[in-house]
């Protein structure tokens, strides 16, 4: 979505943010919108962006960018807000995940989801055998909605969204809630 200040401010409280592609002039507004709230912003890709705005890095399923030397040293001096995300698709993402020291993983697409139409999911068995692995938290993203939130593996930390922020009929923020609660400290997953 371009402007993602909306449907951040709609989640709740504590919630996190993935600012891919956003444009850097809204990414200021959002990082003061979700410090309000207690919530968490994971800049995809972009250290340099991150440290300016004191906020999270989200990290593709391949080689980190560049610029990462600067946002490792302001998580080993303890910064509380250098969180480390990052996304894997299967077995090397997790392996990629483990050696960057990500804090949290995503692990994607537990369902078929038209934001990558045609792209294989992993199915719920697989996602949880991947999980059990991962060796740190582990959201599930892909194809989440109402209808496929119940059936969200149980090792599952929380749920990340795209469609069911592109239309509020999908919302599932209840069992987001109890996931969170669940699975989301540290040393879980």
């Not at 850097?24 to 709230?37: E, N």
């Not at 610029?67 to 990052?86: D, I, K, V, Y």
């Not at 995503?106 to 697989?126: D, E, I, K, M, N």
Request: aromatic content about 4%; proline content about 11%; glycine content about 12%.
């Amino acid at each position: 979505m371009p402007d993602p200040r909306a449907a951040a401010a709609a989640l709740p409280r504590g919630s996190g943010v993935v600012a891919r592609g956003v444009e850097s002039a809204l990414l200021p507004g959002l990082a003061r919108l979700l410090r309000q709230r207690r919530g968490v912003l994971l800049l995809g890709g972009t250290p340099r962006a991150a440290l300016r705005l004191r906020a999270g890095l989200h990290l593709p399923d391949r080689a980190p960018p560049p610029g990462m030397a600067a946002f490792r040293l302001a998580r080993r001096a303890g910064a509380p807000w250098a969180l480390l995300s990052a996304a894997a698709h299967g077995t090397p993402g997790l392996a990629r995940a483990r050696r960057q020291g990500a804090d949290l993983l995503f692990l994607s697409p537990l369902f078929a989801t038209p934001s990558h139409p045609g792209a294989p999911c992993l199915g719920v068995w697989r996602w949880a055998a991947l999980a059990r692995r991962a060796g740190r938290p582990a959201m599930a993203l892909g194809g989440i909605t109402a209808t496929t939130a119940p059936r969200t593996p149980p090792g599952a930390c929380g749920l990340a969204a795209i469609t069911a922020l592109l239309h509020p009929g999908h919302s599932v923020s209840r069992k987001s809630r109890r996931l969170q609660a669940e699975h989301c400290r540290p040393g879980s997953g």
